[in-house]
């Protein structure tokens, strides 16, 4: 029996780019969709719009490409409004056991006001003559992540464990959520899906590849590791080439589980109280069309769960989904003077990050070291800074300061809440030669400090964000591996053991080596 589920519904509130840069009800057609890449801490994409006189490149929230599909037509910016041509086929196409090929090609894009060049990325299947073409980003988009949340997930680095962990035992699942994933994400297709990806090895390592790759070889890149691909799309067809723009529906998926049991701390058993209230919240929110600004900083905690395109995903069985209860919770009803009011004041402007969760992992943006203010561990690795850039033979230094990517337990500092920072100086000399050193809080860990030096222009984004990535799937030890890797590419790495120096002799220690 097959079960259909819906990722989502057609909302009745329209979802509006910001400052649309076409004309009052002008058809224009989305041609491509670009890379992930980050701006202002989130990740962003471009979106390449065809209009009668012009062609416009559109940075949108890379949640936005749920509402994203190649050869619609979108008016007044509206993005849950994509109309297709009137002879637009669509087929079933079943390519069970059908290994996908990876296929890169150099291509231009350009118009009004931008020429660049960029690389179309597909999955090609070779079936009885026929060659089917899928780009990867859809793949992503309608198979992978359906859902904002787990499309929030997928660039992250293996960070499923900061919302939930989970056990298969006598064939059931049992998914422990942490107060991280909200309440609201609880629905029965979300579980479904998480399950899905869960349950299926090649799906979970595919799944977790992404992420990796993206913080590996700054680009997206993956393996398509589905045996079964089942799938109802959106085509162009051409003789024996078939173009796949949109998939429709994902057919015929399995979850090797036959129980679902989910636990979740907002599952607890409530138990009213005489008690009054120590505070109340009161949402400001009103109802109306969502605008989509893409200059909006990073995402909030609220997660406003704005409905997307129709993308059904079918099912072979569905497990039976058991919610637990985990406990009791007190439940105060009455009110006086003492209970403290919040409003909660937000209007309709969201950036399209705002729909699935918490905040993704940071990207690698050097600030200026005077803009840092910070205290505990690494305030004296701050002050080593400050006092190298005032040496005659360096002329700047720029610095990042942030958490840990998630996704083992050293992400954490030993509280196992707070989240483990990192510090990058990025030193520039008078000469022009950039250096870098990296620092982490330690708490009680033998760890050293790293010194990269290099006698060529370097990625140093890049090569930081390898070895910090390491350094996480490592537990806590910087990786030789990945220290090699680096050190193939130019970069010679020198660690820093910690010894008992004030903050001017850990300057003078490390001034003599950057030279």
């Given amino acids: 029996m097959v079960h259909k589920v819906t990722g989502g519904c057609m909302s009745k509130e329209a979802v509006i780019i910001k400052n649309w840069p076409f004309g009052k009800g002008e058809k224009v057609k989305l ?45 007044d910016g509206n993005l849950n409004k994509g109309e297709t041509i009137q002879n637009a086929e669509v087929i079933d196409i079943n390519l069970n056991g059908i290994k996908a090929e990876y296929k890169e090609k150099d291509w231009e894009i350009w118009g009004t006001g931008f020429k660049e ?17 899928i780009p990867i980003v859809e793949v992503i988009r309608a198979v992978l992540a359906p859902n904002k949340f787990v499309l929030n997930r997928i660039l992250e680095m293996d960070t499923f464990e900061s919302y939930f962990t989970y056990e298969m035992k006598d064939g059931k699942l049992d998914i422990h959520f942490t107060s991280e994933y909200e309440p609201k994400l609880l629905k029965s297709e979300k579980i479904n899906h998480l399950a899905w ?36 799309a959106r085509v162009e067809k051409k003789d024996k080439f078939i173009r796949i723009l949109e998939i429709i529906a994902l057919n015929k998926k399995e979850i090797n589980a036959e129980e679902i049991n989910v636990f979740h701390p907002s599952l607890e058993e409530s138990i009213s109280s005489n008690d009054t209230k120590k505070r109340k919240y009161i949402s400001n929110n009103g109802k109306g069309d969502r605008e989509l600004d893409s200059d909006t900083d990073g995402s909030t905690k609220e997660s406003d769960e704005i409905n997307t395109f129709m993308i059904s995903h079918e099912y072979e069985r569905i497990p039976k989904i058991n919610k637990k209860k985990t406990g009791r919770k007190i439940r ?51 002050e080593v800074l400050k006092l190298l850039e005032k040496r005659q033979t360096i002329k700047i230094v720029d610095i990042i300061m942030d ?51 290099a006698n060529k222009l370097m990625n140093w984004k890049r090569v930081c964000s390898i070895l910090i990535l390491g350094l996480v799937n490592e537990s806590g030890k910087w990786d030789n591996k990945k220290i090699d890797q680096i050190e193939k590419m130019g970069v010679l790495v020198i660690r820093n053991k910690h010894i008992k120096r004030s903050a001017y002799e850990k300057t003078s220690y490390i001034y003599d080596k950057l030279r």
């Avoid at 890449?37 to 490149?57: D, E, L």
């Avoid at 060049?117 to 073409?133: H, I, M």
């Avoid at 483990?420 to 708490?443: P, V």
Wanted: some cysteine.
């Fill in 31 to 75: 041609t491509w969709i670009g890379e992930p890449f980050k701006q202002n801490n989130k990740w962003m994409v471009h979106a390449y719009f065809k209009g009668a006189s012009a062609k416009r490149r559109i940075i949108l929230d890379w949640a936005s490409i749920h509402f994203l599909s190649v050869e619609k037509y979108y008016t």
């Fill in 117 to 133: 060049k960029t690389k179309s990325k597909t999955f090609n299947f070779l079936k009885n003559g026929v060659l089917y073409t």
């Fill in 197 to 232: 990806i869960l349950t299926n090895i090649s799906v979970l390592r595919m799944f977790n590849s992404v992420g990796q790759d993206v913080w590996e070889m700054d680009k997206l890149k993956f393996d398509f590791l589905l045996d079964r691909f089942n799938i109802r």
């Fill in 332 to 382: 105060r009803s009455t009110e006086d003077k003492n209970t403290k009011t919040y409003v909660l004041d937000s209007n309709n402007l969201r950036t399209t990050a705002d729909t699935g969760g918490e905040d993704l992992v940071r990207g690698l943006e050097f600030r200026n070291l005077a803009e840092i203010k910070v205290g505990g561990e690494l305030q004296e690795f701050i």
């Fill in 403 to 453: 958490n840990l990517p998630e996704g083992k337990k050293f992400s954490k500092l030993n509280d196992a809440i707070t989240r483990r920072k990192y510090a990058i100086g990025k030193i520039t000399m008078i000469d022009e030669s950039e250096k870098c050193l990296i620092e982490i809080e330690r708490e009680d860990k033998a760890l050293s400090m790293l010194l990269l030096k």
